[in-house]
Each structure stands twice: as structure tokens, then as C-alpha cells.
């Protein structure tokens, strides 16, 4: 099914995979579903990062040290399309395991899952021929990150290749929260729509309704991940993992001031 945005703002929630359980990892993604999730990112464990701040980090030595792997993700992926089929579902990883997996296979078995799309942080789209011939061939969503700093000539090429949605990353960095909302994500987000009519999402320290909201003003959708894995670290370790999805999913519900509306 095509990604999509059932309100406005929509909400992307990050989810690291395996942390603290993939079973708790599920329980939490259907109760991010049900509290207003629009898509979900289903993150894939990886031990050299690049782009995650501390708190995710923690999170993926915790999924790791559980032996969570891709082939677990994409199995968990099939258990919340199965239980809530009108959820967007992204494969969010690094594209190292997705190699070692085989990327013919992945794609493949990605789209058997029930998985709309497919976030590889590291993967540019210079050098993505193949990765997209073989999502394509399966229609699966390529979702490229764009930056502040990317010239046109990368944005016009990420807006060709993308599908889905845009991610656009509100500053340059790695993930974490921040105080409040950049003027180079409003500035992004123009360029982008020189070239793309796509959904775009903006993402990286987005943590409160307040930073929702000023996306709201300027973009389609904003991309929660660090805010929400913190909260699953704080409350597993204070109240204990059984507490995670109600703890997040009452956090989801808050993220929308009350004048949030469904989208026409």
C-alpha cells in the first residue's frame, strides 16, 4: 500500500528494533499505531552508526547484545502488518546489513513482510542504481535523506528517486533532541518542493508538540525517533519494559496541539 498521511501534521515514529524485546518492540509499535502513528521506522540494529546520537546508540547495543538481526526486523515488520494493515511501515537501516543480507533477497523478503518502504541512512542516491532497480522491481518506497547543506543538483536527484515520502533532516548533525526548530529545515523543505510534490517529513530532535507544530506550519509530517527511544530507555529501566507502550503512546498523543485536524 502507498505511504500515506492520515493527519496533518502526519507523525513518523522511530523505533529501534529489538530494544528492550522485539517483543516489547511490537507491543509498542501497535500502541504508537493506535495512539495516531502514521507511518512507523522500524530501525535496524547496527554497531557503527553514523548518524545516531547517544541515545539510539544505546538502544542498538541493547538490541544487538538480544541478538536482533535484519531477518528478525523484517519478521517483526509481518506481525504488525498483519495487525494493523493500514499502518506505513519503513525499514529504516544502515546498508551494511541489508548487503550481507543480500539486497535481491532483502527487497524481496521486505515486501513479503508487508514493509512499504525502505530508509537506508548511508545509502546516497549517486551510487543507488541497483538499490533501487531492486526495490523498484518488488515496489517497495526508496526514502532518501536530505540535508541543509545538499546542492540542488543531489536535491533535484533525491526528489526523482524518492517515494513515499522526502525525509529532511532539520539540521546537520547526528539524531538527538534540540531546543527548537531551525530556519535551515524551513529553508530545506522550499528547495525540496522545487522538485518533488512527495510528502515531506522533517526529522532529527523533534521531541515535543510544540517543534511538531512549527513543522506543521511548513511541512507534511514530522519524523520522532530520539524523544520516543528515550522514553522506552527511561521507562523499561524505572517502571519496567511492560510499561513502554502505554508510556508512548499517551507521549503520541500529546505530540498534536488541539487544533490538529485529520487531513483532506
Given at each position: 500500500?502507498?505511504?500515506?498521511?492520515?493527519?496533518?501534521?502526519?507523525?513518523?515514529?522511530?523505533?529501534?528494533?529489538?530494544?528492550?524485546?522485539?517483543?516489547?518492540?511490537r507491543e509498542i509499535a501497535l500502541a504508537a499505531i493506535d495512539a495516531g502513528a502514521?507511518?512507523?521506522?522500524?530501525?535496524?540494529?547496527?554497531?557503527?552508526?553514523?548518524?545516531?546520537?547517544?541515545?539510539?546508540?544505546?538502544?542498538?547495543?541493547?538490541?544487538?547484545?538480544?541478538?536482533?538481526?535484519?531477518?528478525?526486523?523484517?519478521?517483526?515488520?509481518?506481525?504488525?502488518?498483519?495487525?494493523?494493515?493500514?499502518?506505513?511501515?519503513?525499514?529504516?537501516?544502515?546498508?551494511?546489513?541489508?548487503?550481507?543480507?543480500?539486497?535481491?533477497?532483502?527487497?524481496?523478503?521486505?515486501?513479503?513482510?508487508?514493509?512499504?518502504?525502505?530508509?537506508?541512512?548511508?545509502?546516497?542516491?549517486?551510487?543507488?542504481?541497483?538499490?533501487?532497480?531492486?526495490?523498484?522491481?518488488?515496489?517497495?518506497?526508496?526514502?532518501?535523506?536530505?540535508?541543509?547543506?545538499?546542492?540542488?543538483?543531489?536535491?533535484?536527484?533525491?526528489?526523482?528517486?524518492?517515494?513515499?515520502?522526502?525525509?529532511?533532516?532539520?539540521?546537520?548533525?547526528?539524531?538527538?533532541?534540540?531546543?527548537?526548530?531551525?530556519?535551515?529545515?524551513?529553508?530545506?523543505?522550499?528547495?525540496?518542493?522545487?522538485?518533488?510534490r512527495l510528502p515531506v517529513a522533517v526529522g532529527f530532535g523533534i521531541s515535543n508538540?510544540?517543534?511538531?507544530?512549527?513543522?506543521?506550519?511548513?511541512?507534511?509530517?514530522?519524523?520522532?525517533?530520539?524523544?520516543i527511544v528515550e522514553l522506552i530507555e527511561r521507562t523499561s529501566m524505572t517502571t519496567?519494559?511492560?510499561?513502554?507502550?502505554?508510556?508512548?503512546?499517551?507521549?503520541?498523543?500529546?505530540?498534536?496541539?488541539?487544533?490538529?485536524?485529520?487531513?483532506?
Amino acid at each position: 500500500m502507498p505511504i500515506r498521511f492520515d493527519h496533518k501534521p502526519g507523525l513518523v515514529i522511530y523505533l529501534t528494533a529489538g530494544d528492550p524485546s522485539l517483543g516489547a518492540t511490537r507491543e509498542i509499535a501497535l500502541a504508537a499505531i493506535d495512539a495516531g502513528a502514521d507511518v512507523l521506522e522500524l530501525g535496524v540494529p547496527f554497531s557503527d552508526p553514523l548518524a545516531d546520537g547517544p541515545v539510539i546508540q544505546r538502544a542498538s547495543e541493547r538490541a544487538l547484545a538480544h541478538g536482533t538481526r535484519l531477518k528478525d526486523v523484517l519478521a517483526l515488520a509481518g506481525e504488525i502488518r498483519a495487525a494493523r494493515p493500514q499502518a506505513g511501515i519503513v525499514i529504516f537501516s544502515y546498508f551494511n546489513p541489508i548487503l550481507r543480507y543480500g539486497l535481491a533477497k532483502f527487497a524481496e523478503d521486505a515486501k513479503a513482510a508487508g514493509v512499504d518502504g525502505v530508509l537506508a541512512t548511508d545509502m546516497i542516491v549517486e551510487e543507488a542504481g541497483e538499490y533501487l532497480r531492486e526495490l523498484s522491481r518488488v515496489d517497495l518506497a526508496p526514502i532518501f535523506l536530505a540535508a541543509p547543506t545538499s546542492p540542488d543538483a543531489r536535491l533535484e536527484a533525491i526528489a526523482s528517486h524518492s517515494k513515499g515520502f522526502v525525509y529532511a533532516i532539520s539540521r546537520v548533525g547526528i539524531t538527538g533532541k534540540q531546543q527548537s526548530m531551525t530556519a535551515d529545515a524551513l529553508a530545506l523543505v522550499e528547495r525540496i518542493r522545487r522538485w518533488s510534490r512527495l510528502p515531506v517529513a522533517v526529522g532529527f530532535g523533534i521531541s515535543n508538540a510544540e517543534h511538531v507544530a512549527q513543522v506543521a506550519e511548513f511541512a507534511d509530517a514530522a519524523v520522532i525517533g530520539s524523544a520516543i527511544v528515550e522514553l522506552i530507555e527511561r521507562t523499561s529501566m524505572t517502571t519496567g519494559p511492560e510499561s513502554a507502550p502505554g508510556a508512548v503512546a499517551r507521549f503520541i498523543k500529546g505530540l498534536r496541539l488541539p487544533h490538529a485536524a485529520p487531513a483532506r
